[in-house]
């Protein structure tokens, strides 16, 4: 029974009936470093909204993207599989349509479920099983007569201004102030769709709410209030590792949309200020959808998980974009915050199982009390960890990417967060880090004597690990060499 302060707000409209289930907010974004929060010991960065549900829930420091660049990652959120098994190696297509999918299951278990922000699907109003999405795909136009809902809002509301005054590239290392008012940045259009649905929802059966934003991914166009908030603030330079050196000479001398380069220490920090303009401006979108939750007194009955598909270079080792086995490209942020009474665990917990995309999906199916055969999946319920349960976790995550870019950057790579061992299968070239004392990857072990049998261990799991797939990863009992460009495994789905 309510008590009556409880009943005069539910009477005031303050405080609504829960459902029985979690609602589920599926809060990501796009091109995140695990580095650029708060809550994972960056004192430059201004995230106090992820900070928030780091400190009131689990925070994962050792969470991977296995195939860090957009499409196949959004595979792995989207089914659960690791890459040879969803089938895509690379940057590709996510396919139409998988056996299982996660929007399709959560809705199969009695949720409604919004997608809103960045899909990155093909066809690009294919849902997967939404029942509805409300897109901001940037500016790609890939479908026939596609047209995003974010640029018709935009064209609608600012028909005598152009969505990309700012002058920025999609893959651009340059940064600058949005040029636009702000309440036209694709962000803060994010947000207030996001806001908009958790206001206005009365449906009877519980939510998954998909907020997917196309930020802080490049163009590096924060408003200018988050520019002007990184003015003077010491920002993390470059890092550079003692191996580095082949990746200083620019790809592109004359063009902005380089993927290597020894850029100037100022160039650098002007793609970080705006980089982290963005992150402020995506973290503040975050605080004003849990307010709404908070509002509408629903906080403590939805189950938020937050994350990115990869991270961003930003100069390091000379490197920038993604596509990398480096802890820049490759790890991302994992935070999940539970409803009161879901689990019996403490909060503000940091986590250093391997972690990985592919357990997202496990992870929701359970948050959403949706009865599944954990051997459809590669990946496995994060609720377990949470719980302080390691027993049968995976010991390490792999990570791989299809040739992207230039022919030598192909590899495949394995960590369990405190190692990590990369193969370039262009030329055999072998990179080994201590990442628990060297969390830049400032220094190949690879090469040193010292290092042998701990480099002869890993390259053994990397043996073990690519043997179901046989040539030409693996020939003769040994890492294969090669140069052929391959995009899809055999299990790529065909329709």
């Not at 993207?65 to 595979?75: D, I, K, V, Y």
């Not at 399709?104 to 919004?114: F, N, V, W």
């Not at 993390?236 to 590792?241: F, M, S, T, Y």
Request: with cysteine; aromatic share 12%; net charge neutral.
């Amino acid at each position: 029974m309510l008590s009556s302060v409880s009943l005069a707000a539910a009477v005031e409209g303050r405080i609504e009936k829960r459902p029985k289930r979690p609602n589920i907010l599926f809060l990501m974004a796009d091109q995140f470093r695990g580095d650029c929060l708060g809550a994972d010991g960056n004192r430059a960065i201004i995230t106090p909204n992820l900070d928030r549900l780091a400190a009131e829930g689990a925070q994962f420091r050792s969470a991977y993207s296995s195939t860090p660049s957009c499409t196949p990652a959004r595979a792995g959120i989207l089914n659960g599989l690791s890459p040879w098994h969803h089938g895509m190696l690379g940057y590709d297509q996510v396919a139409e349509r998988y056996p299982r999918e996660l929007p399709r299951m959560i809705r199969d278990a009695g949720y409604y479920t919004q997608g809103i922000g960045k899909m990155h699907f093909h066809p690009q109003r294919n849902t997967h099983g939404y029942h509805k999405t409300i897109l901001d795909e940037e500016g790609r136009v890939e479908s026939p007569g596609f047209q995003s809902d974010y640029r018709r809002w935009f064209k609608l509301e600012a028909p005598d201004m152009d969505p990309d005054a700012t002058g920025i590239g999609w893959n651009d290392h340059r940064a600058r102030p949005y040029v636009l008012p702000e309440w036209l940045h694709p962000t803060r259009w994010t947000g207030d769709e996001a806001v908009k649905f958790i206001e206005q929802y009365q449906g009877d059966l519980p939510f998954l709410l998909k907020v997917s934003f196309a930020r802080p991914h490049s163009p590096y166009d924060p408003p200018q209030r988050w520019w002007d908030r990184y003015e003077g603030v010491e920002l993390p330079g470059a890092v550079v590792g003692d191996w580095a050196e082949r990746h200083a000479q620019r790809c592109k001398p004359h063009k902005s949309d380089l993927w290597q380069g020894d850029l100037s220490p100022k160039k650098v920090r002007g793609a970080r200020r705006g980089y982290y303009g963005n992150v402020s401006f995506v973290d503040e979108q975050i605080g004003r959808i849990l307010a709404a939750l908070e509002k509408r007194g629903w906080l403590e009955n939805t189950f938020i998980i937050f994350f990115a598909d990869h991270g961003d270079m930003l100069g390091d080792h000379y490197l920038w974009r993604k596509t990398y086995a480096l802890e820049p490209s490759a790890r991302i942020p994992m935070l999940i915050r539970w409803p009161k009474g879901m689990l019996d665990a403490r909060r503000g917990r940091v986590i250093h199982a391997p972690v990985e995309l592919r357990d997202v999906l496990p992870t929701l199916l359970e948050a959403a009390g949706a009865e599944y055969d954990p051997e459809w999946f590669d990946g496995r319920s994060m609720l377990q960890l949470i719980r302080g349960n390691r027993q049968g976790w995976r010991p390490w995550i792999d990570l791989e990417h299809a040739t992207c870019y230039d022919k030598t950057n192909v590899w495949t790579a394995l960590t369990d967060g405190r190692i990590k061992y990369i193969y370039h299968a262009y030329d055999g070239r072998e990179q080994l880090f201590d990442l628990e004392n060297d969390p830049g990857e400032t220094r190949d072990l690879a090469p040193l004597d010292e290092y042998k049998t701990l480099l002869e261990t890993w390259r053994g799991r990397m043996i073990e690990h690519l043997s179901e797939r046989g040539e030409p990863f693996v020939v003769d009992g040994k890492l294969g060499i090669r140069r052929k460009k391959m995009l899809h495994s055999p299990k790529y789905p065909s329709h």
